[in-house]
């Protein structure tokens, strides 16, 4: 569902090779490198001694795209759109640094489901503690009788509709929810 990566900024083209002798994956960019961090257990993730003593930057990486059988939009904690990292095609890649909240629409037979999960992200010490919470469910059947939404999920409709929506006409028709951000 995401990947937890450590940012570390550096010119240095050797320190790539000496991370991946440490075992971890490495993946160059303009201006430093992402690091792959391990996890050790559900929702914890290590940084190790040599990504800890350099200057550093940790976030989630989370994706939203869709199928024919579900639709994964990515949101602000209040339903606020945010702003991709990276666009690719009619998907869009998120750099997450503190919280998010993941709303998907699936669909089983002919009935579509749309769940939100709230992912909170700390670092302690040498570890990153990444947080996962229901923050509710909906049935489209509920949903589109007027619109009706529960009252702790009223600030996420925009989201809800784009998941639906997105689900329904797959991917390769409707443009990514994060179009229009400002």
């Not at 059988?69 to 904690?77: D, E, M, R, W």
Request: aromatic share 10%.
């Amino acid at each position: 569902m995401y990947r937890v990566i450590a940012y570390v900024p550096s010119s240095d083209a050797d320190l790539g090779n000496i991370i991946e002798k440490e075992g971890l994956e490495v993946k160059k960019t303009k201006k430093g490198f992402k690091v792959f961090l391990p996890l050790i257990k559900k929702g914890v993730y290590q940084i190790p001694r040599i990504i800890l003593i350099r200057d550093h930057s940790i976030f989630v990486s989370l994706e939203e795209k869709a199928n024919d059988y579900y639709a994964q939009i990515i949101c602000a904690p209040d339903g606020k759109r945010i702003n991709p990292t990276f666009i690719w095609r009619k998907e869009a890649l998120f750099s997450i640094y503190k919280a998010a909240v993941i709303v998907i629409a699936s669909r089983e037979n002919y009935k579509i489901e749309v769940s939100l999960t709230q992912i909170a992200i700390k670092k302690k010490h040498d570890k990153v503690i990444v947080q996962e919470w229901e923050i509710g469910t909906i049935e489209e059947k509920e949903f589109l009788r007027g619109g009706i939404i529960p009252a702790t999920l009223k600030n996420f409709y925009e989201p809800i509709v784009a998941a639906i929506s997105k689900l329904k006409h797959n991917k390769s028709s409707e443009r990514p929810f994060y179009i229009g951000t400002k």
